[in-house]
Nanobody, 126 residues
């Protein structure tokens, strides 16, 4: 599965952005998907995840209530709606696909994901 992330850009604090992650094939609809981010000099960290159907989601505490993950399996696309952005949200955002079993809990550790997109840069100015 090849993933293509898009939608990053330069915004001001309190603005919104919507990231998209489009997959190359329809089997993506059977995968859980996650968003991670990596700021300069920091490790890659979990942001949000969604199961194959969209019925289950998980968020990092730092984005809970501001970000929302969703998916459109007909379009092989996962979205990350980011509202009330803060300067500390500045990072390269990556989407990833996880061949997660149907009864398994959404995962938050990067190395447990099977496929990765190339990243899209989000810069939030104060």
């Amino acid at each position: 599965v090849q993933l293509q992330a898009s939608g990053g850009g330069l915004v001001q604090a309190c603005d919104s952005l919507r990231l998209a992650c489009e997959a190359s094939e329809g089997t993506f609809s059977y995968y859980a998907a996650g968003w991670f981010r990596q700021a300069p000099g920091k490790e890659r960290e979990f942001v949000a995840a969604i199961n194959w159907s969209g019925a289950d989601t998980k968020y990092a505490d730092s984005v809970k209530g501001r970000f929302a993950v969703s998916r459109d399996n007909a379009e092989n696309t996962v979205y990350l709606q980011m509202d009330r952005l803060k300067p500390e949200d500045t990072a390269v955002y990556y989407c990833a696909a996880d061949n997660l079993g149907i009864l398994q809990t959404l995962r938050v550790v990067p190395h447990e994901y099977d496929y990765w997109g190339q990243g899209t840069l989000v810069t939030v100015s104060s």
